[in-house]
């Protein structure tokens, strides 16, 4: 049957090397015939699935006519082979009449066979190879590792004793010279670069499947408060949910030099646990551990991996970092299922039902602070992306204020609170809380993006743009798949704003972005194009709503463009939508559109809701129809007035303040 080259599948003691067709026991050669490990390796690379009689015989025997007599003669010689015992945990479960199901939780990881081994003689590859581990230890003390070769059989001439007495050495070397790698790049204070997969169920269970991504946000946020490691956000790592692991290509991706991945099996009351960090360049195992636990006892997974990931990677952490990654109070263990149900369903993008998960969570327990930050995250998703307006936010607030209060130094919920206070006009509040926040947490990339959005708010717009850089330079994914760098675009620097825009992204927000760059460039058909198409994938998103009027302006057609922008006007209003940049943009296509009564009424209300970006306001050419209008000129001076202000309290000495983004990236 065909075999997946380069896999590797670890389960208990045993390790199946498909591409080399062996199967090892602590390292050791178990004898299996071709048609049984063709048997093992089909029950393998489904564990977790019962695969019926007939789905295996035609698997294995395709082109025959077999008796099922032969399948059970298969597993009962690898049942044999892997020491199952009576009343002992079988490896191979049978469903009674219908078929097997591979039981114990399997890693699967791909390791390149060595051109080296495969040249040596069958004779040599049968025998008795010390365990790598022990090769190791003896080098790192610097004991012979020559010694160990006695032990390798006594049938090995004196031609292939020099081979291998030669192997040993070059492995020996090549073990110092990495541990010397490993050594300086700690030496360095160069960041280590961690992402964190979603981990996999080995049973197909609906009921336990939101454990795999919410585990693996635990553990995210629980390393968050390290500094001397980027881990990508979970929304970076969320389109892994499911999907084929493909280290290296995955490491390209998120620009990560380490992987954990896991994957879990739920049994009942009972949960096991298997996850392993691997150094993506040299494909060795850093750490890996199995968890048994009850299902009760979930709330310890994210501070027991953490921990052996700290240890692992031998991190080094400050007072303030050890105490921040002490064990959270326990919560409710119902409580905890209904809260990593929410973030799932966060994740989603299904924010009602988040919303309802959550709520639960917090009725139960109401003492758990980051089931409020997140609830307070959902409102105020809630009421932006699908309009749910003023009431949405003011429960975010409530859910931020109640998470603080109980953990005043949470991250998560001072980054989440600092986006709702610059989207609802209370930036000069937002500010303090995202510079606290990096002050300990220099390398939080989602920080140093709020902080940039809540600058170009105020009008501080070089600091914006340096400020976002920074946090695409810590993190390339961060907000790429949602936002766009308004500052380039508020500076007049059109072609860096274009360029900034996540090329291979077409969602209907980005599209709006690119056309809006095209118009500032004068370049208006091909702006039309892409306002259509935002409009086409999304016509209830306001800024596509915008985008269509403004395409309507270009064809001519500006009683249909006015249409639009009105009845968006007053879905705004009356919904209560609190994005004062948002709603500027209204005001552009008024004053685009010719109605500047429309225009200067929007324009005020975005003002005074919080949009002062002064320098992009007075300047804005979409807006130079406006310019001699005296209500223009009031509104700009309240503008200028409220910049003036937020710049004396804020301004830095340069772009950014000494040490905010981290020099050592």
């Known amino acids: 049957m065909p075999q997946k080259t380069g896999r590797l599948y670890e389960f208990g003691p045993f390790v199946l090397d498909v591409a080399g067709h062996v199967l090892l026991r602590d390292g050791k050669p178990v004898p299996l015939t071709p048609k049984t490990f063709d048997v093992l390796v089909l029950l393998v690379e489904n564990s977790g699935r019962m695969l019926s009689k007939s789905e295996l015989m035609e698997s294995l025997w395709p082109d025959s006519c077999v008796e099922e007599s032969n399948l059970t003669q298969q597993i009962s010689m690898i049942r044999r082979a892997l020491g199952e015992k009576s009343g002992g945990t079988p490896y191979i479960v049978t469903v009674q009449g219908r078929g097997y199901r591979f039981a114990v939780p399997v890693v699967g990881y791909s390791e390149p066979a060595s051109p080296l081994a495969q040249k040596l003689p069958e004779a040599h590859a049968a025998a008795e190879v010390p365990p790598r581990a022990e090769i190791e230890e003896r080098a790192d003390h610097g004991t012979g590792v020559i010694d160990l070769i006695p032990r390798l059989g006594r049938h090995v001439n004196r031609r292939s004793l020099v081979l291998l007495a030669l192997i ?29 997969l979603p981990f996999q169920s080995l049973r197909r269970d609906p009921g336990s499947d939101f454990l795999g991504f919410s585990l693996a946000d635990a ?8 500094n001397s490691l980027i881990v990508r956000p979970s929304s970076a790592v969320e389109r892994y949910r499911n999907a084929p692991v ?50 009760d006892r979930l709330l310890t997974v994210q501070d027991r991996v953490a921990g052996e990931i700290i240890r692992g990677l031998q991190l080094t952490l400050s007072p303030l970092e050890t105490q921040r990654l002490k064990s959270d109070e326990p919560a409710h263990p119902l409580a905890y299922e209904y809260y990593l149900r929410g973030v799932d369903l966060y994740a989603r993008n299904d924010f009602k039902m988040a919303i309802k998960m959550l ?29 749910a307006g003023r009431d949405e936010y003011r429960a975010a607030q409530a859910a931020y204020e109640k998470a603080l209060s109980l953990e005043p130094s949470q991250i998560e919920a001072q980054i989440y609170m600092a986006n709702r206070l610059t989207d609802t006009g209370r930036v000069e509040s937002a500010v303090p809380l995202l510079r606290n926040v990096l002050k300990t947490n220099s390398k939080r990339a989602e920080a140093h993006w709020e902080l940039g959005y809540a600058y170009r708010f105020a009008g501080m717009l070089h600091e914006s743009v340096a400020e976002s850089e920074c946090a695409r330079l810590i993190d390339p994914g961060v907000k790429l798949s949602t936002s766009a760098l308004n500052g380039y675009l508020y500076l007049g620097q059109y072609d860096a704003f274009l ?65 639009l922008v009105r009845e968006t006007e007053k879905l705004v209003s009356e919904r209560g939508v609190g994005d004062p940049e948002a709603i500027f943009k209204i005001a552009q296509a008024y004053a685009v559109l010719g109605d500047k009564k429309s225009a200067l009424r929007v324009l005020r209300i975005s003002i005074e809701s919080g949009f002062f970006s002064y320098p992009y306001l007075s300047s804005d050419p979409l807006l130079n129809d406006l310019h001699h209008e005296p209500e223009f000129i009031r509104l700009m001076e309240a503008a200028r007035k409220r910049y003036d202000s937020f710049k004396r309290t804020f301004q830095l000495s340069g772009p950014m303040q000494p040490g905010t983004c981290p020099s050592n990236l």
Request: with cysteine.
């Open 168 to 196: 040993a050495c070059v492995l020996a070397a090549g073990i110092w010279f990495a541990q010397r790698q490993i050594s300086h790049r700690h030496a360095s204070g160069g960041p280590q670069r961690l992402g964190i």
């Open 219 to 226: 553990v995210i946020m629980k390393l968050g408060y390290v």
């Open 246 to 295: 493909d280290l290296r290509r995955i490491a390209a991706d998120l620009h990560v030099d380490k992987i954990l991945t896991g994957n879990f099996v739920r049994d009942g009351d009972d949960i096991r646990i298997t996850s392993q960090l691997i150094d993506v360049e040299t494909e060795n195992i850093v750490w890996k551990g199995t968890f048994d636990l009850k299902y």
């Open 359 to 387: 709520e639960k969570s917090a009725e139960i327990d109401p003492h758990y602070a980051l089931t409020w930050a997140h609830l307070g995250r959902a409102h105020t998703a809630n009421a932006s992306f699908e309009l």
């Open 499 to 563: 360029r900034s825009l996540p090329p291979d992204n077409d969602s209907a927000l980005i599209t709006f972005y690119r056309g809006l760059g095209e118009f500032y460039k004068n370049n208006r058909a091909l702006a039309a194009q892409h306002f259509d198409r935002a409009f086409e994938s999304h016509p209830s998103l306001l800024q596509a709503r915008v985008g269509s009027a403004l395409s309507h302006s270009i064809a001519g057609r500006k009683q249909e463009g006015l249409r």
